[in-house]
Nanobody
Framework: QVQLVESGGGLVQAGGSLRLSCAAS????????MGWFRQDPGKEREFVAG????????SYADSVKGRFTISRDNSKNAAYLQMNTLKLEDTGVYYC?????????????????WGQGTQVTVSS
């Protein structure tokens, strides 16, 4: 089983940046495509970004494309989400997730393992 732990969340002014980290342990990290999701209270959890096993393929929600960058370092068993030009609507709990598939998917049901989440709050 894969265990995931997110870190790096916090309070930031609109227009600022944050870098989220996801530390993985358990099964071989490189066997899993990874994704980042976010959720605000009372809202559906939504896909933010995904990355393939090798890191060669990435995908992004339209709302974050050009501002967020997902990456991974398989030698360190870690995935990252660099968030730039943050907006108020980026506020939420961000979750790291892993799937057994080679390529990332955009659906919640497509992921097998989840971290505990880290809070990101963007203020005006």
């Amino acid at each position: 089983q894969v265990q995931l732990v997110e870190s790096g969340g916090g309070l930031v002014q609109a227009g600022g940046s944050l870098r989220l980290s996801c530390a993985a342990s358990g099964r071989t990290f490189s066997n899993n495509a990874m994704g980042w999701f976010r959720q605000d209270p009372g809202k559906e959890r939504e896909f933010v970004a995904g990355i393939s096993r090798s890191g060669g393929t990435t995908s992004y929600a339209d709302s974050v494309k050009g501002r967020f960058t997902i990456s991974r370092d398989n030698s360190k068993n870690a995935a990252y989400l660099q968030m730039n030009t943050l907006k108020l609507e980026d506020t939420g709990v961000y979750y790291c997730a892993a799937t057994r598939t080679a390529l990332p998917v955009r659906t919640i049901s497509g992921y097998n393992y989840w971290g505990q989440g880290t809070q990101v709050t963007v203020s005006s």
